[in-house]
């Protein structure tokens, strides 16, 4: 087994394979919007925590982007796990960057709660999905993610009552579980493999090739036929 490497060196040695500056705009963005609750009146500081993880979601879009793709083209090494390791790299990061929004909203009379814990979850795998969707037909993961991200708030802010409130995401785990499967089918459709499936039925326009035991028992015939004849 391999030694553990220490993070400082795994982030230094994925510069270059993460879009790090992208993560690192978008979170000083963010902390700088946490920041403005200190200064202003309570009931527009209420708002900010969450302004603030929508900024971070747009970043995280940006680790769908793969700079290292065509150093790792013949690799057996598929997008999917690519994206994943990525994306071990970009999470844990990211969330250091609530815990920072959460203290300076907190400074400014706004304390945290579970409720932003679970918006920054589903945002960030919803960031993930619209960043791995755009990626593919080769549009930058970060406006991806806005473009999603911001269709999600126009919407949250803009549909009636009524509608919002409306089966299926009339709760906050509705709403939560929903968010969870849209990025689950967004990645599994991004990430997928497009020679995968013609490995498992053959190539078109030619024969499967016979199993192991078939070829094996017809060689053995030709062998028996041919010692026969002679």
Known sequence: MS???????????SRRAL????????????????ALATVLPPAGAAQLPGLALLVLGCGLGATADDPTAALTAATPVTA???????????????????GGVALLAAAGGVPPTAELVRSWVVLAVLALGAG????????????????????VLVLQTTLPEAVRQAWPWDSTVERVVLGLLLAAVLLAGATRDPA?????????G???ARPRA?????????????????
């Open 80 to 98: 999917r796990r690519r994206l994943a390791a990525r994306a071990v790299l970009a999470l844990p990061v990211s969330a250091v960057t609530v």
């Open 206 to 208: 030619r024969r499967r």
């Open 19 to 34: 879009a790090w500056r992208a993560l690192a705009g978008t979170g000083v963005a963010a902390l700088g919007l946490a």
């Open 132 to 151: 791995a969707a755009g990626s593919r037909y080769g549009l930058p993961g970060a406006l991806s993610a806005t473009v999603l991200l911001g269709v």
């Open 214 to 230: 078939a070829a094996c028992r017809s060689a053995g015939r030709r062998s028996a036929a041919s010692a026969r004849r002679g």
């Open 3 to 13: 030694p553990a490497v220490p993070w400082p060196v795994l982030l230094l040695a």
């Open 196 to 204: 995968a499936r013609s490995l498992r039925s053959g190539a078109p």
